[in-house]
């Protein structure tokens, strides 16, 4: 796990090799011989556009430099190991599909991954995985993506299946919805396989297009806290599938096909629940400009200038789609009050991680701020680090 610093994580590239080492003398540990290769997946912050990625509209993430690494050889039996909570090894003869005797807990993400790849007509046969990753578990940053994608390039490059990346993302995200039940979108698995490293990357959830876009912040001395609130996800996956809900449901009674095509300031009127409804609405589409102006501001050569969107997301993440949390507002309010530039929730929401866009010279007094904030409300301690962008998934060895 990073630590609870403002300094800068070390090279990607030599931070990747670290974990896959480790992940390989796992693999030895455990399974009395060498790996075939390992691979590693990173983690991710999104920027901006939240919670847009389900309507067919537009995000801006980028990898962090911390990754889950796997281990992995052709086996005659699926066998699963991960360092978490101490080491646990789950074996199976065979992998049922998400209606069968399924594999549950960590492991379900390698198996749903295996299982949608020959959903997708890229069969694979049974492996050893041995599991070793950074990534912060429950903050928001994307832990259980950057397993699904590690696990996905192995296999595919173990049993000789070419799979283009976005491709790969949309059998990620199959795994996630339909094995581990999990009603994402697709900004994860993207975010972890197609962003490259100095850039945020640009993407339009409903084609999967997308542009690298220059995030270079220390010409301007600038910097982006990630501030981990340790606060567990309470509610996170009925209150996730309830937003999704309404916005599926206010799509339907606008009579188009998602809120990416809902007319600007569209409301729905004589509803006894139209006010929730619209409110759900409202957020996606400002989120879906406030991406567009962003994209527009840096690829006009800024970054400062982001800052005011960053902070009206949060706003109308906050008010109009209720998923942030006291724990999320406490540390963006400390964040603003020390002076930083913009801050919002990132992620799914209640709980996790908030980031903020501040002068790096002003970092450890935004921190000290932030913490001081949760000590004051009695929350748990926040975990901050500075994030900068890493590349995305890739062979490491």
């Not at 640009?202 to 340790?230: H, K, N, W, Y």
């Not at 906050?318 to 990132?346: F, K, N, Q």
């Not at 913490?371 to 748990?380: M, N, Q, V, Y």
């Amino acid at each position: 796990m990073p630590a609870a610093s403002h300094a800068a994580a070390e090279p990607a590239d030599a931070h990747a090799a670290e974990l896959a080492e480790a992940a390989a003398e796992s693999f030895r540990s455990v399974f009395g011989a060498e790996p075939e290769g390992v691979w590693a997946a990173p983690g991710r912050v999104n920027l901006i556009g939240e919670h847009t990625d389900y309507n067919d509209g537009f995000v801006m993430p980028f990898a962090l430099p911390f990754y889950a690494a796997a281990a992995v050889s052709k086996a005659e039996a699926w066998e699963f190991h991960s360092t978490y909570g101490g080491g646990s090894t789950v074996r199976s003869e065979h992998l049922d599909g998400p209606s069968g005797g399924r594999v549950d807990g960590w492991a379900a993400y390698l198996a749903g991954v295996a299982w949608a790849l020959g959903e997708s007509g890229y069969p694979v046969g049974p492996v050893r995985i041995a599991l070793h990753s950074d990534v912060p578990h429950g903050a928001g940053l994307s832990s259980s993506a950057a397993l699904e994608c590690a696990a996905l390039i192995a296999l595919a490059d173990l049993y000789g299946h070419r799979i283009d990346r976005a491709e790969a993302a949309r059998i990620a995200q199959l795994a996630e919805n339909e094995y581990v039940g999990a009603p994402t979108g697709v900004l994860d698995q993207s975010a972890s396989l197609l962003c490259t490293e100095g850039n945020v990357m640009f993407m339009d959830c409903r084609d999967l297009s997308r542009r690298q876009v220059p995030f270079d912040l220390e010409p301007e001395g600038l910097a982006v806290l990630v501030i981990d609130t340790r606060a567990p996800h309470r509610h996170a996956d009925g209150e996730y599938g309830a937003r999704r809900a309404d916005c599926e449901e206010a799509a339907r009674r606008l009579g188009v096909g998602s809120l990416r095509d809902a007319p600007p300031g569209a409301v729905l009127a004589d509803a006894p629940d139209g006010d929730r409804l619209n409110r759900r609405m409202r957020h996606v589409l400002t989120e879906n400009e406030r991406v567009l102006a962003t994209v527009r501001i840096l690829e006009g050569g800024t970054v400062a200038g982001i800052g005011e969107l960053l902070t009206a997301s949060h706003a109308s993440l906050r008010d109009d789609y209720e998923v942030s949390s006291v724990e999320l507002d406490a540390a963006v309010d400390a964040a603003l009050g020390a002076g930083a530039l913009g801050a919002r929730m990132t992620g799914g929401g209640f709980g996790g991680s908030a980031i903020a866009l501040v002068e790096a010279a002003a970092a450890p007094k935004v921190e000290a701020a932030v913490l001081e904030a949760a000590a004051a409300a009695g929350l748990p301690t926040p975990r901050v680090f500075t994030a900068r962008a890493a590349a995305g998934a890739h062979r490491v060895r």
